[in-house]
């Protein structure tokens, strides 16, 4: 709990009445915003509920910083409306700054002052509040120490470590007691090792302080580490959103499915749907000399050309023999902790990446590929 002097008009708060008093929701109807004649975002709709943490992903030019800065009032949409709580802030008639706006923003790059000390920098945030200097200082202490930099109180951002300066702008965001707090590819500086562990401390303090977190980022296991729900967005228009679950085990689209995580794809050469079971016996094309896989069909299999999609957990290197789905030739493999990754080489000339095993399997050796039916999705191709 967060000890605040009595004599301010800043409320004490216990976590049970933290959350009847933060996460606003978000929702944008509509919004459309272009650069040059090209949308950058293009009708976007989508509505976010109060303590939710959401990640925005998608690859580089999809609209991720355009959809967040618009939330934040950096940037002022062409069309469209934008809600925070029960607030309009931006719609044909409507422009609130983003000071006026009630959230926070954690930078890619920091943005911490340089010349001010750790906690003065998590201070700054509650200077608007005009709250009595005792208090400020015990906000900004509590919240260093929350996220373990009490000892760094009094160094200068250059005094820190890219992950401490992180935790430092991170205090910044949560102190202010805001509703909703923007993630503008946070972890994207640092190394492998302090990113793990700024990622379990962002979820841990955005959740016990349930603020709406909104989160850019374009690596999908970080997306499906820390989301509740995964907005995927592609040239300016969401393609999915929904729980890390769903879009994993049914993606909507081809695009989906590719930036989510997939082995390989194969070229169907034709499916047949069962109308009693919505199982479909997939066919590939002649030259991968594949068994047919038989799997549930979620898609409409009448129109469009076809391709199946496999996920790595789907595939299983063994010895080639008559049972096998596929075989192909090793052509690469790398050490990855807990075992294998291999890339293989079939009949056609494509590859199957991030193939799992708990064993080695040479460079140009030939091998059997068992293949699961529940990590294939059946789609459309794009």
């Not at 160094?155 to 102190?175: F, I, K, M, T």
Request: net charge negative; glycine share 6%.
């Amino acid at each position: 709990m967060v000890n605040v002097a009595k004599d301010v008009e800043f409320s004490e708060f216990t976590k049970e009445n933290f959350k009847t008093t933060l996460g606003q929701s978000v929702k944008l109807t509509k919004v459309t915003k272009s650069y040059d004649g090209i949308k950058a975002l293009d009708e976007v709709d989508i509505e976010i509920e109060p303590g939710s943490f959401t990640v925005l992903l998608g690859p580089s030019g999809s609209g991720k910083t355009t959809l967040l800065k618009s939330i934040a009032g950096i940037i002022k949409p062409d069309s469209g409306s934008v809600m925070i709580g029960q607030n309009t802030v931006f719609d044909h008639q409507t422009w609130v700054p983003p000071e006026k706006r009630e959230l926070s923003m954690v930078f890619q790059d920091f943005a911490l002052w340089p010349h001010m000390t750790a906690v003065n920098n998590v201070a700054f945030a509650l200077k608007r509040r005009k709250l009595p200097r005792e208090s400020v200082k015990n906000l900004s202490r509590n919240m260093m120490e929350k996220v373990g930099l009490l000892d760094h109180v009094n160094n200068y951002p250059d005094q820190l470590s890219g992950g401490e300066q992180q935790r430092v702008a991170l205090a910044r965001a949560l102190v202010a007691q805001v509703g909703v707090v923007l993630f503008d590819e946070p972890m994207s500086n640092l190394d492998t090792d302090r990113r793990e562990i700024l990622r379990f401390e962002i979820s841990t303090l955005i959740h016990e302080y349930n603020a709406t977190a909104i989160y850019i980022t374009h690596d999908q296991s970080e997306a499906f580490s820390l989301a509740d729900k995964i907005a995927v967005l592609d040239k300016g228009k969401i393609q999915q959103y929904d729980t890390p679950e769903n879009i994993y085990k049914g993606p909507a689209s081809a695009m989906v499915a590719r930036f989510t995580g997939i082995s390989g794809e194969l070229p169907v050469k034709y499916a047949i749907g069962d109308d009693c079971t919505d199982v479909a016996k997939v066919i590939v094309d002649d030259e991968l000399n594949c068994k047919p896989i038989s799997l549930v069909a979620t898609n409409d299999l009448a129109n469009g050309k076809l391709k199946l999609f496999i996920r790595p957990t789907a595939l299983k290197i063994v010895q080639p023999t008559p049972l096998s789905t596929l075989t192909g030739i090793i052509v690469d493999v790398s050490y990855c902790g807990k075992g294998y990754e291999h890339v293989i080489k079939l009949p056609d000339k494509s590859l199957l990446t991030k193939v799992f095993s708990e064993n080695r399997f040479n460079r140009d050796e030939l091998v059997g590929i068992m293949v699961d039916p529940s990590g294939c999705l059946l789609l459309k191709d794009d």
